[in-house]
Protein backbone atom coordinates (compact mmCIF):
# COMPACT_ATOMS: atom_id res chain seq x y z
CA UNK A 1 0.00 0.00 0.00
CA UNK A 2 1.55 3.44 -1.06
CA UNK A 3 1.09 6.86 1.28
CA UNK A 4 -0.76 9.78 -0.26
CA UNK A 5 2.78 11.39 0.00
CA UNK A 6 4.48 8.55 -1.83
CA UNK A 7 2.22 9.06 -4.84
CA UNK A 8 2.75 13.04 -4.66
CA UNK A 9 6.86 12.31 -4.66
CA UNK A 10 6.17 10.03 -7.88
CA UNK A 11 4.67 12.49 -9.69
CA UNK A 12 7.27 14.99 -8.44
CA UNK A 13 10.05 12.63 -8.77
CA UNK A 14 8.27 12.46 -13.27
CA UNK A 15 7.88 8.17 -12.55
CA UNK A 16 3.91 9.22 -13.00
CA UNK A 17 1.71 12.12 -13.63
CA UNK A 18 -0.66 13.63 -12.05
CA UNK A 19 -3.39 13.13 -13.90
CA UNK A 20 -2.49 9.00 -13.26
CA UNK A 21 -1.93 9.83 -9.84
CA UNK A 22 -5.22 11.61 -9.50
CA UNK A 23 -7.04 8.47 -11.81
CA UNK A 24 -5.06 6.14 -9.28
CA UNK A 25 -7.21 7.81 -6.22
CA UNK A 26 -10.30 7.79 -8.30
CA UNK A 27 -10.47 4.26 -8.72
CA UNK A 28 -9.62 3.18 -4.99
CA UNK A 29 -12.17 5.53 -3.83
CA UNK A 30 -14.41 3.64 -5.96
CA UNK A 31 -13.20 -0.19 -5.19
CA UNK A 32 -13.86 1.25 -1.03
CA UNK A 33 -16.98 3.52 -2.10
CA UNK A 34 -15.98 6.47 -0.06
CA UNK A 35 -14.27 9.25 -1.39
CA UNK A 36 -10.32 9.16 -0.64
CA UNK A 37 -10.87 12.46 1.67
CA UNK A 38 -13.24 10.58 4.08
CA UNK A 39 -10.96 7.95 4.92
CA UNK A 40 -8.44 9.86 7.06
CA UNK A 41 -5.69 7.76 5.85
CA UNK A 42 -2.62 7.50 8.07
CA UNK A 43 0.37 4.47 7.54
CA UNK A 44 1.68 3.10 10.76
CA UNK A 45 2.94 -0.09 9.57
CA UNK A 46 3.56 -1.46 6.23
CA UNK A 47 5.03 -5.11 6.96
CA UNK A 48 6.09 -6.80 10.03
CA UNK A 49 9.29 -5.23 9.65
CA UNK A 50 8.17 -2.55 10.84
CA UNK A 51 7.15 -4.47 14.14
CA UNK A 52 10.22 -6.09 13.84
CA UNK A 53 12.42 -2.18 13.91
CA UNK A 54 10.37 -0.87 16.37
CA UNK A 55 11.05 -4.01 18.72
CA UNK A 56 15.07 -2.96 18.18
CA UNK A 57 14.75 0.55 18.40
CA UNK A 58 12.84 0.42 21.69
CA UNK A 59 15.32 -2.01 23.19
CA UNK A 60 18.10 0.24 21.88
CA UNK A 61 16.68 3.46 23.48
CA UNK A 62 16.13 1.72 26.95
CA UNK A 63 20.05 0.20 26.54
CA UNK A 64 21.52 3.53 26.01
CA UNK A 65 18.90 5.41 28.70
CA UNK A 66 20.04 2.74 30.96
CA UNK A 67 23.87 2.89 30.52
CA UNK A 68 23.88 6.76 31.00
CA UNK A 69 22.21 5.93 34.37
CA UNK A 70 24.84 3.42 34.91
CA UNK A 71 27.57 5.44 34.45
CA UNK A 72 26.73 8.16 37.36
CA UNK A 73 24.46 5.61 38.94
CA UNK A 74 26.58 5.65 41.66
CA UNK A 75 26.41 9.37 42.72
CA UNK A 76 24.95 10.74 45.79
CA UNK A 77 24.19 13.82 44.69
CA UNK A 78 25.80 16.40 47.18
CA UNK A 79 25.17 19.51 44.49
CA UNK A 80 23.48 20.82 41.45
CA UNK A 81 26.23 19.97 39.62
CA UNK A 82 25.95 16.65 40.08
CA UNK A 83 22.34 16.60 40.07
CA UNK A 84 22.00 18.05 36.64
CA UNK A 85 24.57 15.33 35.32
CA UNK A 86 22.18 12.84 36.53
CA UNK A 87 19.39 13.61 34.27
CA UNK A 88 21.34 15.12 31.50
CA UNK A 89 23.80 11.93 30.46
CA UNK A 90 21.41 9.69 30.49
CA UNK A 91 18.88 12.34 28.43
CA UNK A 92 21.50 13.05 26.39
CA UNK A 93 22.31 9.17 25.30
CA UNK A 94 18.86 8.84 24.57
CA UNK A 95 17.85 12.23 22.39
CA UNK A 96 21.11 11.12 20.20
CA UNK A 97 20.54 7.89 19.51
CA UNK A 98 16.72 8.86 18.54
CA UNK A 99 18.41 11.10 15.68
CA UNK A 100 21.25 8.90 14.81
CA UNK A 101 18.39 6.01 13.81
CA UNK A 102 15.44 8.66 12.63
CA UNK A 103 17.97 9.55 10.22
CA UNK A 104 18.49 5.72 8.90
CA UNK A 105 14.80 4.39 9.27
CA UNK A 106 12.96 7.67 8.88
CA UNK A 107 14.89 9.81 6.49
CA UNK A 108 16.10 7.06 4.30
CA UNK A 109 13.91 4.11 5.14
CA UNK A 110 10.45 6.58 5.50
CA UNK A 111 9.33 3.78 8.46
CA UNK A 112 5.86 4.96 10.13
CA UNK A 113 5.90 3.49 12.87
CA UNK A 114 9.52 3.69 13.77
CA UNK A 115 9.70 6.97 13.28
CA UNK A 116 6.76 8.00 15.57
CA UNK A 117 8.64 5.85 18.62
CA UNK A 118 12.02 7.75 17.49
CA UNK A 119 10.24 11.17 17.22
CA UNK A 120 8.61 10.61 20.73
CA UNK A 121 12.00 9.43 22.12
CA UNK A 122 13.64 12.32 21.30
CA UNK A 123 11.00 15.10 22.56
CA UNK A 124 10.86 13.09 25.67
CA UNK A 125 14.44 12.88 26.19
CA UNK A 126 15.28 16.84 24.97
CA UNK A 127 12.41 17.88 27.76
CA UNK A 128 14.46 16.33 30.30
CA UNK A 129 17.76 17.17 28.92
CA UNK A 130 16.84 21.05 28.81
CA UNK A 131 15.21 20.81 31.67
CA UNK A 132 18.57 18.88 33.62
CA UNK A 133 20.73 21.46 32.10
CA UNK A 134 18.61 24.45 33.54
CA UNK A 135 18.70 23.15 36.89
CA UNK A 136 22.69 24.15 37.08
CA UNK A 137 22.65 27.88 36.75
CA UNK A 138 19.03 28.57 38.69
CA UNK A 139 20.21 25.98 41.61
CA UNK A 140 23.74 27.41 41.51
CA UNK A 141 22.33 30.71 41.72
CA UNK A 142 19.04 29.96 43.89
CA UNK A 143 20.20 26.91 45.73
CA UNK A 144 22.43 25.75 48.45
CA UNK A 145 25.70 24.73 47.21
CA UNK A 146 26.22 21.60 49.55
CA UNK A 147 22.69 19.34 49.88
CA UNK A 148 24.32 18.06 53.04
CA UNK A 149 25.38 20.86 54.74
CA UNK A 150 21.63 22.37 53.85
CA UNK A 151 20.17 19.97 55.63
CA UNK A 152 22.20 19.95 58.28
CA UNK A 153 21.92 23.49 58.60
CA UNK A 154 17.90 23.08 58.64
CA UNK A 155 17.85 25.11 55.28
CA UNK A 156 14.24 25.61 53.69
CA UNK A 157 13.21 27.29 50.30
CA UNK A 158 11.13 30.11 50.42
CA UNK A 159 7.82 28.37 48.87
CA UNK A 160 7.05 31.86 46.89
CA UNK A 161 10.56 31.87 44.84
CA UNK A 162 10.84 28.60 44.85
CA UNK A 163 7.67 28.73 42.80
CA UNK A 164 8.62 31.74 40.57
CA UNK A 165 12.08 29.43 39.44
CA UNK A 166 9.68 26.27 38.84
CA UNK A 167 7.79 28.40 36.88
CA UNK A 168 10.51 29.90 34.45
CA UNK A 169 12.31 26.98 34.15
CA UNK A 170 9.00 25.04 32.95
CA UNK A 171 8.79 27.92 30.81
CA UNK A 172 12.59 27.78 29.15
CA UNK A 173 12.32 23.86 28.85
CA UNK A 174 8.93 24.12 26.76
CA UNK A 175 10.35 27.00 24.92
CA UNK A 176 13.31 24.89 24.18
CA UNK A 177 11.77 21.28 23.40
CA UNK A 178 9.56 23.19 20.95
CA UNK A 179 12.46 24.80 19.09
CA UNK A 180 14.82 21.27 19.02
CA UNK A 181 10.71 19.95 18.24
CA UNK A 182 10.54 22.47 15.29
CA UNK A 183 14.30 21.27 14.43
CA UNK A 184 13.26 17.75 14.28
CA UNK A 185 10.13 18.19 12.06
CA UNK A 186 12.42 20.20 9.34
CA UNK A 187 14.55 17.75 9.09
CA UNK A 188 12.79 14.23 9.34
CA UNK A 189 9.37 15.42 8.29
CA UNK A 190 7.50 13.36 10.41
CA UNK A 191 3.57 14.04 10.75
CA UNK A 192 3.05 12.91 14.61
CA UNK A 193 5.72 16.02 15.10
CA UNK A 194 4.27 18.93 15.14
CA UNK A 195 1.38 17.38 17.71
CA UNK A 196 4.57 16.36 20.11
CA UNK A 197 5.61 20.05 19.93
CA UNK A 198 2.23 20.98 20.52
CA UNK A 199 1.99 19.16 23.50
CA UNK A 200 5.10 20.35 24.88
CA UNK A 201 3.50 24.22 24.90
CA UNK A 202 -0.05 22.89 26.24
CA UNK A 203 1.80 21.10 29.60
CA UNK A 204 3.68 24.16 29.81
CA UNK A 205 1.23 26.57 29.52
CA UNK A 206 -1.11 24.61 32.09
CA UNK A 207 1.54 24.25 34.41
CA UNK A 208 2.51 28.13 34.67
CA UNK A 209 -1.18 28.59 34.62
CA UNK A 210 -1.16 27.31 37.86
CA UNK A 211 2.37 28.23 39.29
CA UNK A 212 1.62 31.23 38.60
CA UNK A 213 -1.67 31.46 40.31
CA UNK A 214 -0.06 29.71 43.06
CA UNK A 215 2.50 32.89 43.20
CA UNK A 216 -0.27 35.65 43.24
CA UNK A 217 -2.27 34.04 45.99
CA UNK A 218 0.75 33.40 47.98
CA UNK A 219 0.00 29.34 47.29
CA UNK A 220 -3.48 29.93 48.86
CA UNK A 221 -5.78 28.95 45.57
CA UNK A 222 -4.90 27.28 41.92
CA UNK A 223 -7.59 27.53 39.20
CA UNK A 224 -10.08 25.28 38.20
CA UNK A 225 -7.71 22.76 35.99
CA UNK A 226 -10.73 22.00 33.72
CA UNK A 227 -11.04 25.21 32.46
CA UNK A 228 -7.27 25.47 32.01
CA UNK A 229 -7.29 22.28 29.70
CA UNK A 230 -10.37 22.97 27.61
CA UNK A 231 -9.02 26.47 26.86
CA UNK A 232 -6.02 24.48 25.91
CA UNK A 233 -8.01 21.62 23.71
CA UNK A 234 -10.04 24.54 21.96
CA UNK A 235 -6.74 25.58 20.74
CA UNK A 236 -5.27 22.60 19.74
CA UNK A 237 -8.38 21.95 17.55
CA UNK A 238 -8.41 25.38 16.20
CA UNK A 239 -4.73 24.68 15.48
CA UNK A 240 -5.70 21.55 14.03
CA UNK A 241 -8.45 23.26 11.79
CA UNK A 242 -5.98 25.25 9.99
CA UNK A 243 -3.82 22.14 8.91
CA UNK A 244 -6.94 20.70 8.31
CA UNK A 245 -8.34 23.63 5.73
CA UNK A 246 -4.85 24.07 3.89
CA UNK A 247 -5.37 20.63 2.58
CA UNK A 248 -9.25 20.31 2.04
CA UNK A 249 -8.11 16.80 -0.75
CA UNK A 250 -6.17 15.36 1.96
CA UNK A 251 -3.61 13.79 0.05
CA UNK A 252 -0.63 15.59 1.02
CA UNK A 253 1.43 15.62 5.16
CA UNK A 254 -0.91 18.51 6.08
CA UNK A 255 -3.45 15.90 6.23
CA UNK A 256 -1.96 13.75 8.60
CA UNK A 257 -0.46 16.57 10.74
CA UNK A 258 -3.70 17.56 11.37
CA UNK A 259 -5.01 13.99 12.12
CA UNK A 260 -2.31 13.67 15.52
CA UNK A 261 -3.64 17.44 16.49
CA UNK A 262 -6.72 16.24 16.49
CA UNK A 263 -5.98 13.02 18.21
CA UNK A 264 -4.35 15.03 20.65
CA UNK A 265 -7.36 17.87 21.02
CA UNK A 266 -10.09 15.47 21.01
CA UNK A 267 -9.34 13.82 24.90
CA UNK A 268 -8.86 16.85 25.96
CA UNK A 269 -12.03 18.54 25.54
CA UNK A 270 -13.42 15.59 25.64
CA UNK A 271 -12.50 14.37 29.07
CA UNK A 272 -13.07 18.62 30.31
CA UNK A 273 -16.58 18.60 28.86
CA UNK A 274 -17.56 15.27 30.61
CA UNK A 275 -16.12 16.30 33.98
CA UNK A 276 -17.94 19.43 34.14
CA UNK A 277 -21.42 17.47 33.69
CA UNK A 278 -21.25 15.20 36.05
CA UNK A 279 -19.19 11.82 35.19
CA UNK A 280 -16.66 11.67 37.46
CA UNK A 281 -14.25 8.82 38.23
CA UNK A 282 -16.46 6.87 40.13
CA UNK A 283 -19.11 7.28 37.40
CA UNK A 284 -22.25 9.01 36.53
CA UNK A 285 -24.12 11.33 38.85
CA UNK A 286 -27.41 10.55 38.08
CA UNK A 287 -29.80 10.39 35.56
CA UNK A 288 -29.67 13.74 34.19
CA UNK A 289 -25.77 13.75 33.51
CA UNK A 290 -26.10 10.44 31.90
CA UNK A 291 -28.43 11.78 29.49
CA UNK A 292 -26.38 15.19 29.32
CA UNK A 293 -23.55 12.73 28.25
CA UNK A 294 -25.77 11.25 25.58
CA UNK A 295 -26.28 14.88 24.24
CA UNK A 296 -23.14 16.19 24.24
CA UNK A 297 -21.91 12.82 22.34
CA UNK A 298 -24.68 13.72 19.30
CA UNK A 299 -23.14 16.96 19.41
CA UNK A 300 -19.60 15.37 18.92
CA UNK A 301 -20.75 13.55 16.36
CA UNK A 302 -22.05 16.41 14.85
CA UNK A 303 -18.80 18.26 14.85
CA UNK A 304 -16.68 15.09 13.83
CA UNK A 305 -19.15 14.75 10.42
CA UNK A 306 -18.58 18.23 9.56
CA UNK A 307 -14.96 18.28 10.36
CA UNK A 308 -14.41 15.22 8.77
CA UNK A 309 -12.54 13.66 11.55
CA UNK A 310 -13.60 10.76 14.00
CA UNK A 311 -11.14 11.61 16.96
CA UNK A 312 -13.92 12.70 18.90
CA UNK A 313 -16.19 10.22 18.81
CA UNK A 314 -13.39 7.79 19.69
CA UNK A 315 -12.27 9.90 22.24
CA UNK A 316 -15.34 10.33 24.18
CA UNK A 317 -16.50 6.37 23.66
CA UNK A 318 -15.48 5.51 27.20
CA UNK A 319 -17.58 8.49 28.55
CA UNK A 320 -20.64 6.95 26.66
CA UNK A 321 -20.03 3.54 27.74
CA UNK A 322 -20.23 4.28 31.62
CA UNK A 323 -23.75 6.88 30.32
CA UNK A 324 -25.41 4.08 29.06
CA UNK A 325 -24.47 1.67 31.30
CA UNK A 326 -25.76 3.70 34.03
CA UNK A 327 -28.92 4.21 32.23
CA UNK A 328 -29.61 0.54 31.68
CA UNK A 329 -28.49 -0.39 35.02
CA UNK A 330 -30.85 2.25 36.39
CA UNK A 331 -33.96 0.97 34.41
CA UNK A 332 -34.10 -2.44 35.28
CA UNK A 333 -31.61 -4.11 32.88
CA UNK A 334 -29.00 -4.99 35.15
CA UNK A 335 -27.71 -8.17 34.18
CA UNK A 336 -27.82 -7.06 30.40
CA UNK A 337 -26.47 -3.90 30.99
CA UNK A 338 -23.15 -4.14 29.37
CA UNK A 339 -24.10 -6.13 26.69
CA UNK A 340 -26.65 -3.97 26.08
CA UNK A 341 -24.61 -1.17 25.86
CA UNK A 342 -21.85 -2.94 23.44
CA UNK A 343 -24.67 -3.64 21.14
CA UNK A 344 -25.68 -0.12 20.85
CA UNK A 345 -23.24 1.99 20.58
CA UNK A 346 -21.27 -1.10 18.04
CA UNK A 347 -24.13 -0.60 16.18
CA UNK A 348 -24.32 3.05 16.24
CA UNK A 349 -20.54 3.14 15.37
CA UNK A 350 -20.98 0.49 12.54
CA UNK A 351 -23.91 2.41 11.00
CA UNK A 352 -22.23 5.64 11.38
CA UNK A 353 -19.58 4.11 9.65
CA UNK A 354 -21.63 2.81 6.77
CA UNK A 355 -23.30 5.66 6.00
CA UNK A 356 -20.62 8.74 7.18
CA UNK A 357 -20.56 10.08 3.48
CA UNK A 358 -23.73 10.66 2.85
CA UNK A 359 -24.94 11.90 6.07
CA UNK A 360 -22.23 14.38 5.90
CA UNK A 361 -22.93 15.48 2.38
CA UNK A 362 -26.69 16.52 3.82
CA UNK A 363 -25.07 18.24 7.11
CA UNK A 364 -22.26 19.71 5.18
CA UNK A 365 -24.78 21.04 3.14
CA UNK A 366 -26.47 22.90 5.40
CA UNK A 367 -23.56 25.64 6.33
CA UNK A 368 -22.98 28.82 4.20
CA UNK A 369 -20.89 28.00 1.05
CA UNK A 370 -17.70 30.08 3.44
CA UNK A 371 -17.46 27.18 5.34
CA UNK A 372 -18.64 24.55 3.03
CA UNK A 373 -15.35 25.62 0.88
CA UNK A 374 -13.06 25.65 3.66
CA UNK A 375 -13.80 21.94 4.84
CA UNK A 376 -12.16 18.81 3.49
CA UNK A 377 -13.69 17.74 0.36
CA UNK A 378 -17.15 15.89 0.03
CA UNK A 379 -17.20 15.05 -3.48
CA UNK A 380 -19.28 11.72 -3.21
CA UNK A 381 -17.79 8.19 -5.11
Known amino acids: MYSQEEINSAVAAGAISEDAANGLRTH ?17 ITSFNDIFVTIGVIIMLIAVG ?12 DNVWQLALMGALPSAL ?11 FTRKRR ?4 SIILLLAFVGASFALVLSVLVLPFGLIFGPGSFAAAEAAGWEPDETLGAIVVAAMLTLTG ?18 TVAAGTTAVVGTFVAIVQITSAIITDGNSFPALMPVLFLAGIGVFAFAMWWDMSDRSRTTRRSDVAFWLHMLSAPIIAHTVFSSIGLTGSGVTGVGGAVAVLLVYIIFGVVALIIDRRAL ?13 FLFSRFGAVELNFALTAFVIGSALLSLSVFWT ?3 QKLVAMLPDEMQGRLPSIAST
Do not use: C, D
Request: proline share 6%; aromatic share 10%; hydrophobic share 60%.
Open 175 to 192: AATTWLTWQHWKRFMVPV
Open 66 to 77: SIGGAVIGGIEP
Open 94 to 104: VAATAWGLAEI
Open 111 to 114: MALP
Open 28 to 44: VAKLRAMPIANEEQFRL
Open 313 to 325: LVSALVYVLFALT
Open 358 to 360: PIR
